[in-house]
């Protein structure tokens, strides 16, 4: 840190314009192409790097295993697509797909739309911005295992904050684990709870960036607040409702601590898989199962899954307000 | 400009030291490490031994005992670590990756009978305790609580800690609130076979609304399934030669018979054992029987169990149905472990009498050591938690005759699976009328 407080003193200096000229040294050449050419390489190389030990290796490392038969307690034995075959056909997988599924629809639609409504009024002016702006960001700071702790004592069966204010209404209690579809909305909320406000943010900033003009004209025209939403402001969002669906899309089909969590840290999740996702069914094959070739071949299906619904949900936003 | 250079001159000085002082954290840290596991600098520190175990509430009960060996021994100190309630879902998958991948893993482990199988077909994960001299403890055990701990190439790697024994735990208050009888030995009167059980639960049901007779399917349908698989030939899910008979043994079936009758008869609180909601529902009264093989009752006792609020609610009576082994566990060193002699040296202290007399008081659960069992600090036991219950007359006089249910290697993954169903009728994720199709079918998945 001294070093660089210390050599950037001189260069700030005024300095001959010749000086360069007047002492050529050796290996110069070497060291302008170093500058030029190679610095930028190795400057962004870290990323590269790490991606590829991190990354690369065991995408790779996967897809070989998942043509074996890999028992970490027995033997490996080639099966070439036998996994796949095999998993197709695997009620447990397709129930662990559509529960993912399930619950990404529940969670991702009504976050995103609460996001945007959130991410609208914060645009307007008010007291205390900052804070107020900054305060929405907050569940995202505590931890996953820490919000899911609080939500299942508050989604518990016998004694949780949420069966007792339904039984105000009369309702009778809820079984939270053991129903799919209350299991679902539990964990949706949990994620709702924590990623909402961050999607907000990033669209407040994307707004931000529309031209304020656009609105005055379409005031002076006579286009009411809401109008002026639908057709200004959403269109021009587009490019941040990309990254907002598509980082949400990836989010919600890898979705593994929260349901996990919800079921004391089993990744059974619930006594008949009612929440399991698909991660958890590889984690559960993989390491409980000890079947790693199976849950080699679930991570590419898996990989696989977030591609196509990427790819769907790219297309869905392309599609948005757009008549072009 | 100069203060500003020099504080980043401060900042660059103070980040260097961080480094080395952080540097020298992990040299030293390492030294220590290798001079106490070579066992030959004479200024190591002392070695410390890493017990891992698993249960809930007092678990493995070694409590006393590792603070007693603790405060003698100052050479070799017992870091005392249960990582988890759960053992097949949680603490065995875990060791399993430890013990295979070489690091990870404590120096003295704790492992349930359903664990023994694969243990066994696994010589290579294991010190091997002959050449520490405890080939000399085979008379203190039973012979198949020994043979068990013997791999299949005949190496000894295991020594007993508990074995199961069976009864009844009930409240005694809510029995007597119910209009039942409190005193033990007429609760055990009241129910010779388990249709009399359900009798008196419908009875107790009748007068009581808060409290479910019994906690939820799944400890129950281990007390049944032991005490069947006595009646079939000492097997469960599978036979002595490894094929899965989870279909074929009415044991099985005759077990998750009676785990669906009590759940569709209203008798269950629907909790499941060993997890949060279910220690919670004995701190709130949920039930009022559950099936108390001796390691139960620490289960109980614990702070994460009932606790001490509910000493002397509790008490102990005969299981419906005659006795039945549940449980039991055994301690192996990994061949991973640094200090392979003095882990060795642990395991045969809490394997051994005084240890294993320390846990029965402490705990509850019935040694396997014989001569624990034969003590009369054993043997005219009673437990002060379960109002003064004469635990020694009830497991001790039956420890030395228990036979051990036999237990494939993939038992663990089968079992875990079946008792998801098992639960799972109960809490209405499965319908009754597909829970024993469904059990059969994961049971065979999970083998496969």
Same mark, same amino acid.
């Given at each position: ?32 192409? &170093?500058? $030029?050419?190679? #610095?930028?390489? +190795? ?6 790097? *790490? /991606?590829?030990?991190? @990354? ?57 739309? &609460?996001? $945007?409504?959130? #991410?609208?009024? +914060? ?6 911005? *900052? /804070?107020?702006?900054? @305060? ?189 | ?448």
């Amino acid at each position: 840190m001294s070093l660089h407080v210390d050599a950037g003193h001189p260069t700030r200096a005024p300095m001959p314009p010749s000086r360069r000229h007047v002492r050529p040294r050796p290996g110069r050449s070497f060291m302008t192409w &170093l500058d $030029l050419k190679a #610095a930028p390489y +190795l400057l962004v190389s870290p990323y590269y790097l *790490l /991606f590829l030990l991190f @990354g690369l290796f065991p995408l790779g490392f996967t897809l070989y295993f998942s043509l074996f038969d890999y028992d970490l307690t027995g033997t490996v034995e080639w099966t070439g697509l036998g996994n796949y075959t095999a998993m197709l056909g695997d009620a447990a997988f397709w129930k662990a797909v559509v529960n993912t599924l399930g619950m990404f629809v529940i969670a991702t639609v009504p976050q995103i739309l &609460l996001a $945007l409504m959130l #991410a609208n009024a +914060l645009n307007k002016r008010f007291k205390f911005q *900052l /804070f107020v702006r900054l @305060g929405v960001l907050l569940p995202l700071v505590t931890s996953v295992v820490a919000v899911a702790v609080v939500f299942t004592q508050l989604y518990g069966r016998d004694w949780g904050v949420v069966n007792w204010v339904l039984g105000w209404f009369g309702a009778d209690p809820i079984d939270w684990k053991a129903e799919r579809l209350p299991s679902w909305l539990a964990i949706a909320t949990m994620i709702d709870w924590r990623w909402t406000g961050y999607n907000a943010i990033i669209f407040l900033a994307g707004m931000q960036t529309i031209p304020k003009d656009l609105y005055e004209a379409a005031s002076i025209d006579g286009a009411s607040r809401r109008r002026q939403f639908w057709q200004i402001t959403v269109p021009m969002l587009r490019p941040t409702m990309i990254f907002v669906v598509l980082n949400s899309t990836i989010g919600g089909l890898t979705l593994f601590a929260e349901p996990t969590t919800f079921y004391n840290g089993n990744v059974h999740g619930g006594t008949n898989s009612q929440f399991q996702t698909v991660s958890m069914f590889i984690y559960e094959q993989g390491f409980r199962e000890f079947d790693y070739g199976y849950a080699s071949a679930a991570a590419w299906l898996l990989f696989l899954l977030i591609l196509i619904g990427s790819g769907i949900n790219f297309l869905l936003i392309r599609r948005i307000g757009g008549n072009k | 400009m100069i203060a500003h250079s020099r504080r980043g001159r401060l900042l660059a000085v103070a980040a260097v030291a961080a480094l080395a002082l952080g540097a020298a954290a992990c040299g030293s840290d390492d030294s220590t490490g290798t001079a106490s596991g070579g066992g030959s600098s004479a200024a190591a520190g002392p070695v410390t031994v890493t017990l891992q175990t698993f249960g809930g509430g007092k678990n493995f009960g070694y409590k006393e005992a590792v603070d007693k060996w603790n405060a003698e021994h100052k050479d070799i100190q017992i870091k005392y670590d249960n990582l988890t309630d759960q053992f097949e879902q949680v603490y065995w998958p875990q060791m399993i990756q430890w013990l295979q991948s070489g690091a990870g893993a404590g120096d003295v482990v704790g492992i349930d009978e359903g664990g023994m199988g694969l243990a066994k077909a696994h010589p290579e994960w294991w010190a091997d305790l002959g050449e520490f001299g405890l080939q000399n403890r085979k008379a203190d055990f039973a012979a198949w609580k020994w043979e068990n701990g013997v791999t299949a190439d005949g190496k000894l790697f295991g020594l007993g800690t508990d074995v199961g024994g069976m009864s009844l735990c009930y409240r005694r208050d809510l029995f007597e609130k119910a209009g039942l009888p409190g005193d033990r030995d007429e609760v055990s009167k009241l129910w010779p076979t388990w249709d009399d059980f359900i009798k008196v639960a419908h009875k107790f049901q009748d007068k009581i609304k808060d409290t479910k007779f019994v906690d939820g399917t799944n400890t129950l349908y281990n007390v049944v399934l032991v005490q069947e698989a006595a009646k079939n030939g000492n097997v469960s899910y599978f036979d002595k030669d490894n094929n899965l008979i989870v279909d074929k043994n009415p044991a099985v079936k005759t077990a998750y018979d009676f785990a669906q009758r009590i759940s569709q008869e209203g008798l269950t609180a629907k909790l499941r054992n060993f997890t949060p909601e279910w220690n919670t529902g004995m701190k709130k009264s949920q039930f009022a029987t559950l099936g108390c093989p001796s390691w139960m009752l620490g289960a109980v006792s614990g702070d994460g169990g009932a606790g001490p609020d509910f000493k002397g609610k509790w008490d102990v009576a005969a299981v419906p149905g005659g006795g039945g082994n549940w449980g039991g566990s055994w301690l192996a060193v990994p061949k991973q472990s640094k200090h392979p002699k003095e882990a060795a040296q642990v395991l045969d202290y809490l394997t051994g009498k005084e240890a294993e007399v320390s846990v029965f008081n402490y705990a509850g659960n019935m040694p396997s050591n014989i001569q624990a069992q034969q003590d009369p600090a054993v043997q005219g036991a009673k437990n002060e938690y379960f109002n003064d219950a004469p635990v020694g007359d009830i497991f001790a006089k039956s420890a030395a005759a228990l036979q051990p249910v036999f237990l494939g290697v993939k038992h663990a993954q089968v079992k875990n699976a079946i008792e998801s169903v098992v639960s799972a009728i109960d809490d209405g994720s499965v319908p009754y009328a597909n829970g024993w199709k469904q059990l059969v079918d994961d049971a065979v998945k999970a083998a496969g």
